[in-house]
């Protein structure tokens, strides 16, 4: 159900079927985590064991942008959706509010996680958030209590890469929690402080596009996926 692609797995189930299993594995008590590949962190994984050790050992790698669905087709793989971080964590949210089980969402300035919450349970009167914190808190020891007695089913960490994701490894064992998710900059969306393309980009998997004609100089960051596909192309060709 993971297809390598440069080193790094990512999983083969569509977005329904990861849904089911997420589903089944909070419900059998289970502890996993999820996250998000993009050509950027492969690319950075291929200098760096740790990181690609990092990103392979989690439960579920989504193919987060549409490079991942292209190398993938181009090595003869079979990933061919897209599962955005932000999505993902859309998909738990509407999981969450159907069975109303509790969230928590640690990361962000105080501010945005603040308004980010109340969002959230404006949009997901259901579910329950069982509690905040900013990520500028130091004491770790502290923010894993604090989380345990809150005992939620998800947790959405917001600290950016790979710091978020270093935070679930390193604390997971000791937490309570059924499903991990690094959300990066999500926080930032859903308090509103950070506006997502509109629709027609997302659906069409063009948000590149969109950031790319707000904000031109991110021309040199883009020119990654192109020059990645040609990486992905010669090494199946070997
Ligand atoms: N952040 C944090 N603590 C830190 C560093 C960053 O809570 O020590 C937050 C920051 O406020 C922002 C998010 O982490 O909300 C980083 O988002 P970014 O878009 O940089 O993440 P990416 O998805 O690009 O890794």
């Known amino acids: 159900m993971k297809e390598n692609i440069m080193g790094v797995d990512v999983t083969t189930l ?3 079927q990861l849904m089911k299993r997420i589903e089944d594995d909070i419900r059998q008590n289970q502890k996993v985590r999820i996250v998000a590949v993009n050509p950027e962190k492969i690319i950075m994984a291929e200098q760096d064991p740790s990181l690609r050790q ?32 932000i999505g993902m964590m859309g998909n738990l949210l509407k999981l969450a509010n159907t069975n109303e089980w509790k969230i928590f969402m640690y990361g962000a300035t105080p501010e945005t996680v603040q308004k980010a919450a109340q969002h959230i349970k404006e949009r997901f009167p259901k579910l329950i958030i069982a509690g905040t914190l900013d ?14 007695e809150a005992k939620p089913h998800i947790l959405f960490v917001a600290l950016g890469s790979p710091k978020q994701e270093l935070f679930i490894k390193n604390h997971m064992d000791q937490l309570h929690v059924n499903v991990f998710q690094g959300v990066g900059g999500s926080f930032d969306v859903y308090s509103g402080n950070v506006k997502r393309a509109p629709e027609m ?14 904000q031109p100089s991110r021309i040199k960051r883009q020119m990654a996926l ?13």
């Open 54 to 85: 990092l990103l392979n050992e989690s439960t579920y790698q989504i193919p987060d942008g549409i490079g991942v669905s292209i190398a993938s087709k181009l090595s003869g793989g079979i990933v061919r959706g897209r599962v955005t971080g």
């Open 226 to 238: 192109p020059m990645f596909l040609v990486k992905v192309a010669r090494n199946r060709n070997r």
């Open 14 to 16: 569509n977005e329904q």
């Open 135 to 148: 990520g500028y808190v130091k004491d770790t020891q502290q923010i894993v209590t604090t989380i345990n």
């Open 201 to 214: 980009f997302q659906k069409t998997g063009t948000e590149w596009l969109y950031r790319l004609l707000k």
